[in-house]
């Protein structure tokens, strides 16, 4: 069986080549960039991640390849900080939007993975590349088990 976090490592470190064609959505607001995210029709590889942590994903993923194993650190689906979640769990989405000067801005997004669960809350650094707005970072802020998607994938790339 095809460990899932390779699986989904893969997928996401596509997302450095260029991920839509004709039909690209406009990604004008840093909300537009991380609700594009949770859309379901979005393929992973689609996300619109900024060249930074497209970078990183590609350096995680040729380093578990060359160890013949899963990224370190990233076992999980950071969009729903978890491995698993209710199938309409989107329609729990919350999102606010936090600028932080020209060309940044922190989208806090809050739902439940699952009715009965806590709520999550992941804060999306959003920088604007262009004339797009990208995500630049994830970071889950939970005291006990919180996590910054770029830290895990630096210590993915280094095989840790």
Do not use: H
């Not at 669960?117 to 802020?141: A, S």
């Amino acid at each position: 069986m095809m460990d899932r976090r390779l699986v989904l490592a893969t997928a996401l470190a596509l997302c450095a080549a260029p991920a839509f064609a004709q039909g690209k959505p406009a990604l004008d607001t840093p909300l537009a960039a991380v609700k594009l995210v949770y859309d379901p029709k979005t393929k992973d590889a689609q996300r619109p991640y900024s060249k930074k942590l497209s970078a990183l994903y590609a350096a995680a993923v040729k380093k578990s390849k060359q160890l013949n194993e899963a990224v370190s650190g990233l076992d999980f689906d950071p969009i729903i900080s978890g491995q698993d979640s209710d199938d309409d769990f989107r329609k729990t989405l919350k999102y606010s939007v936090e600028p932080r000067g020209a060309g940044n801005a922190v989208v806090v997004v809050k739902f439940r993975q699952f009715k009965t669960g806590p709520e999550v809350t992941l804060f999306y650094e959003v920088v604007l590349e262009g004339k797009d707005w990208k995500v630049d970072d994830i970071v889950n802020p939970a005291k006990t088990d919180g996590w910054r998607l770029s830290a895990l994938l630096k210590l993915g790339a280094q095989g840790q």
